[in-house]
């Protein structure tokens, strides 16, 4: 793995790698993809103690091929960039690094190995396909609504953990500790399962003003949902409207709104293409 | 059940059992809905152990009546087209196939009508009965604005799916084996029951963190589910809008697809308005 | 109680009873309104086992109480229209009864008292208690509104349910018998419970088969909930937007769509009102 | 703590504890936050059995510290307004009372110090965060959006509540005592737990006719969670489109409120552009 003796190497090796445009690059991505999937694979099946057992040391040979791979990957990235520092401190970077080291970890602390759960992360790696499709319109035109949408969205999140921690206080009170509220934490966990609607089980009122309170509680969850949903939908419209308003502007009467596909204005009828 | 003669009565025969705009034609498909329904239902009542040891060889008989009466619609559905290829390889030739092969399979291996539970897929055919119905515009419509949802749908899901592998992963490690997540396959399983607010509880985070990390998939499920419904409710909208445009017509070009407030033809200039 | 002497004095019962214009009426209202939740929480406190032993005579008397005051209004509302049986067949007049007849079946019939239960059902008339207050606007827009989503949710439902009874046979293959899916109206049972993501968890996959196509079953069913939620979101939209619609169209360029403040017409100028 | 010898002084102390524009002012927000924060994180932590051993006393030492601090700050809520009992009687001044009596109490009664949870209640004041952020436009915002809503959602509320009661009478009487139904608000408390679709699993049907009426339960509650998210999502779309109104303002008669596409003033007719 020599380090690469020209610029021009260096640019051809970069454009592989970083983009997408030609038909190497492509064919990178591709590649990368599906390894990174049945690294995971690998990982997952390990996991499962049955087939640990039969298939433990191909697996781990296996394993020790990704992580060969994953570190030439490593090093390509680094010295196919002018200053690879950015490279190692992007979110990417330090996914890749991270699902590297419990294979090396691995060698000196037993038990390492278990952190090569963590190559999970680099499943990030797969909006990239998008890249590849035909998704990249839908992707951004969702990554403009959701943007909209963040900051509503958590000042609703605030309130909702707020109601958790007051709801959970009160149903700790209500409910004693024999009945699996066995502390204020624990009950605020109860809450947010309530009011998500999720509802394990685990823990449920017992006493009769605790079941009424859980469902207030419920009520509460029940019709708040409909609020981030509501914010999320105006927002998308929002986007929508507004990506079909960019283009066009009538260079007459200066009026915007007309569609994607308007050739005149519907205004004052005059071209909109001088 | 001999080859029909003539062209002509293979004709009548296809527009019996292929179309639904003649009265026999609707006959038929009330007809074979009824039997469809009634022949699972005694599929249904036959797996109920107590229901099977009382009624099993009437169940059994009527089973066998029902076979032989879709093995005839089958042979009939083959010899009323010119090309039966085209049906035999077609989805509904294959489940109509796939509901008919146990019961003759089980002649022969002892169990394979357990199969018979496949004949439920022949429920598919239940939306034929929209086209008796007036509901066919409803139909076309839900399916009109779907088909513009289904890439953004699948961006979504492919965006839950991978938050579950990692946030699945993530608390494989946090809780360990002998609190229920065994395996990462089976706590990505736990991950999809909680993000979608399923819980069923069969599986449930045990210590403090784990309950933290539960607590954090349970918001972002909560949160994320307006996103779908956001994407549906546009397309919805969109839809409905087109829809109500395509009645207005340029009288110069006649190109349609003008929005409400159009003076004038967006792709001629021509003043709509006469 | 007579039957009353004149028409004039019929005429007033009538008003007091079935409308709610005059003091009068509104009164008799509320007091109704009182009186069938109180004997409803006499039926729900008398259905508590450590109640039933305390105060069951208590109860008892009181519920013969509420008995005999429904029977005195169940007369008058006979006696105050002219033809009593389009009463008697009416949705709530049916109700009306069957909230009656448990009390006297139980003077002949041990047991019989339990279906006291259905008096629960005269809770309908609760909806009168809008036309008390201001809501009556809330009420109609939402049932326009809802009018036009029936068809499509039914659409919806039907496909929903025949999911369900798809993907439960399946299951039913899946998982055997003894892992609860014990038969096919059971495994639908389970597929219900998990695509409205409610999630009892009394049933729930052991084999990870089972569980991989659980997982699908919960992710359709998190994907699908957007669709009922995009209909009635657009139809509530729409009923609006016509609300807003009807009083107006220009008197002189015809166009419609101004708000409901607008008094001239907002693409030729000239005045909406002549 | 003396009491302020000048007005002046008091006008000071009112600006940094009642407002957030100068600097003091947003300095004892941040500050307040923080305590409030520290101080319900120890009452938390002071119910989980374990830390409560080791850390106990140290705890008990930290909430009497806090005590103090809020006695204090209460005293100079007092002290700086005119009329300090419209603190005391406003909805913040009976928390903030709230807050601190549990721990003198505890010093009468044993016991009363599990009052303390009440503590949970300040968190409301974290709403208080926004006015030091950006956030103020999205929460008047969301106020506005969700006010035209309340009404509808209640009567939405009003109809599930009398759905449950109904539904979860009659599932008394399918499902009996032994099976978990033991009563009627125990049953009422299930129905609400599955049309929410929460879905505990700690009572959940047995028999099959239980579990058909449950099915029903859960299809409509599946259903009609859309009804919420149909209207809050309308009442947001509203309420962003009066926003965007705002600024168009009729040149003429400087009346506002004209749609996006309108060319003349629809109050007075003139063009609304010159």
């Known amino acids: 793995m020599a380090i690469p003796p020209s610029n021009d190497w ?15 690059g492509k064919a990178f991505d591709v590649g990368l993809l599906i390894a990174i999937f049945t690294s995971i694979l690998i990982v997952m099946l390990d996991s499962v103690a049955s087939i640990h057992q039969h298939y433990g040391k191909l697996l781990h040979t296996l394993e020790w091929g990704y992580t060969a791979l994953f570190t030439i990957e490593y090093i390509l990235r680094l010295v196919s960039i002018k200053r690879p520092i950015l490279y190692v401190v992007s979110l990417l970077g330090i996914i890749d690094l991270i699902a590297l080291i419990p294979s090396y970890l691995s060698i000196f602390f037993i038990g390492a190995q278990s952190l090569l759960v963590f190559r999970a992360l680099r499943l990030l790696r797969v909006f990239r ?11 951004n035109f969702l990554k403009e609504a959701l943007k909209g949408s963040v900051r509503k969205i958590s000042v609703f999140l605030l309130t909702v953990l707020t109601l958790t921690v007051i709801l959970g206080s009160i149903m700790y009170l209500v409910e004693k ?28 009122p017992v006493t ?12 509460i969850g029940y019709a708040i949902i409909a609020v981030p949903t509501g914010i999320i939908t105006h927002d998308i419209a929002m986007a929508a409207r507004q990506r079909k308003d960019l283009p066009e502007a009538c260079p007459s009467c200066g009026r915007e709104g007309h569609e994607a596909d308007a050739l005149f204005c519907k205004y004052c009828g005059s071209s909109l293409f001088r």
């Open 10 to 24: 260096r640019f051809r090796l970069h454009e592989i790698i970083y983009e997408s445009n030609t038909r190497a």
């Open 129 to 139: 396909i998008f890249k590849l499709g035909h998704f990249l319109t839908e992707i």
């Open 177 to 204: 500790r024999e009945n699996g509220f066995s502390n204020i934490p624990e009950s605020v966990y109860w809450a947010i399962v309530t009011i998500t609607t999720v509802g394990y089980g685990d823990i449920s």
């Open 208 to 219: 009769p003003m605790g079941k009424f309170v859980a469902s207030v509680v419920m009520l």
